[in-house]
T-cell receptor
Framework: GAVVSQHPSWVICKSGTSVKIECRSL??????MFWYRQFPKQSLMLMAT?????????EQGVEKDKFLINHASLTLSTLTVTSAHPEDSSFYIC????????????FGEGSWLTVV | GDSVTQMEGPVTLSEEAFLTINCTYT??????LFWYVQYPGEGLQLLLK?????DKGSNKGFEATYRKETTSFHLEKGSVQVSDSAVYFC????????????FGKGTTLSVSS
């Protein structure tokens, strides 16, 4: 079946540095991908909707200059956490919509970010 | 806007007990409804879904029925196993391309032998 893959699964970075998380649709082309953030023992909060070839649509309260989203191809979207701080430590999950499927969405495995 | 409300957890059961996790939603039109499961340290896996009223989604012994009259999509399983211990999320989406899933807060299920 359709697969969405995230990389890296785990990343530790120092405060003030930037880290990039990749989300790939492995066997389908995804015009729309979604990025979520999940704090421990909490629900998934939608951060932004990423559309191939255009700017991402950010949810209210999400800093677009801090969480840079690029969807340069139909199989890859990237989330870059810029100038990371410990409060950015979280589980980040992407999902991709299968085109023409009636809004069928597949999730990546998630990426654990720890900022020290 | 659209929203999903799940029963508060954690839910603690003995093996072979009956499980119900309540989920209600608020949405315009006719959304699709989903249950996702998240095992410790992992991403989300689709458990089941229903796309229209009175549909019953089922998978791995779990089932849920789309009840439009009560705006509910309660998750049930007749006999839980230790391996069912996980966090369960109820979610909805409007049936439009490019529309994200909206999740409930999640319910933690712990099953002991």
């Amino acid at each position: 079946g359709a697969v969405v893959s995230q990389h890296p699964s785990w990343v530790i970075c120092k405060s003030g540095t930037s880290v990039k998380i990749e989300c790939r649709s492995l066997d389908f082309q995804a015009t729309t991908m979604f990025w979520y953030r999940q704090f421990p023992k909490q629900s998934l909060m939608l951060m932004a909707t990423s559309n191939e070839g255009s700017k991402a649509t950010y949810e209210q309260g999400v800093e677009k200059d801090k969480f840079l989203i690029n969807h340069a191809s139909l199989t890859l979207s990237t989330l870059t956490v810029t100038s990371a701080h410990p409060e950015d430590s979280s589980f980040y999950i992407c999902s991709a919509e299968l085109p023409g499927s009636g809004n069928t969405i597949y999730f990546g495995e998630g990426s654990w970010l720890t900022v020290v | 806007g659209d929203s999903v409300t799940q029963m508060e957890g954690p839910v603690t059961l003995s093996e072979e007990a009956f499980l119900t996790i309540n989920c209600t939603y608020t949405a315009t039109g006719y959304p699709s409804l989903f249950w996702y499961v998240q095992y410790p340290g992992e991403g989300l896996q689709l458990l089941l879904k229903a796309t229209k009223a009175d549909d019953k989604g089922s998978n791995k012994g779990f089932e849920a029925t789309y009840r439009k009259e009560t705006t509910s999509f309660h998750l049930e399983k007749g006999s839980v196993q230790v391996s069912d211990s996980a966090v369960y999320f109820c979610a909805l989406t409007q049936n439009q391309a490019g529309t994200a899933l909206i999740f409930g807060k999640g319910t933690t299920l712990s099953v002991s032998s």
